[in-house]
């Protein structure tokens, strides 16, 4: 997942922090009864990189649902740049990142065009990015 900030946040929002604390949880709408992340608390930084690991099950995929807004968390906050990604407008929020699933569905062309397959990305976002 890459955050670039080309969105009418851009004013009060310059994608610097990620956060995820206060214990985040998430329990599936669909699997209430159980938790599938639990305790997590995380800070990630504007053009740094990170790993997420762990086991089979461990929430890796649940955490970067969370982080798309794909579902709620249950407990804790999400915060981007303190707002917490809740407040804000679901579309722009999800313009401003670009993200590569586990197991991604390619076009047959380069890495760099599938890349560029979004609403509002232009070679020009990436070229500067
Ligand atoms: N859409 C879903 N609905 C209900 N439960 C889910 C859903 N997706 C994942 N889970 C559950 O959440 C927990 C964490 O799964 P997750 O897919 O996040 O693990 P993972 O670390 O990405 O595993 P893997 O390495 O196999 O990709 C598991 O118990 C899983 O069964
Ligand atoms: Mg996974």
């Not at 955050?3 to 946040?9: A, G």
Request: with cysteine.
């Amino acid at each position: 997942m890459v955050l670039h900030c080309r969105s009418k946040f851009a004013d009060d929002c310059d994608c610097t922090k990620l956060t995820c604390r206060h214990n985040v949880e998430l329990r599936y709408p669909s699997r209430p009864g159980v938790l599938s992340l639990a305790g997590v608390s995380i800070h990630m930084e504007r053009g740094k990189s990170y790993a997420f690991c762990g086991t089979s099950g461990a929430g890796k995929s649940s955490i970067l649902a969370v982080l798309q807004r794909f579902y709620n968390i249950t407990s804790g906050s999400i915060t981007l740049d303190g707002k917490d990604i809740r407040a804000m407008d679901v579309k722009e929020y999800r313009n401003m990142m670009g993200y590569v699933s586990q197991e991604p569905v390619l076009f047959e062309e380069t890495i760099r065009w599938n890349l560029l397959v979004c609403p509002g990305c232009t070679h020009e976002v990436f070229d500067s990015d």
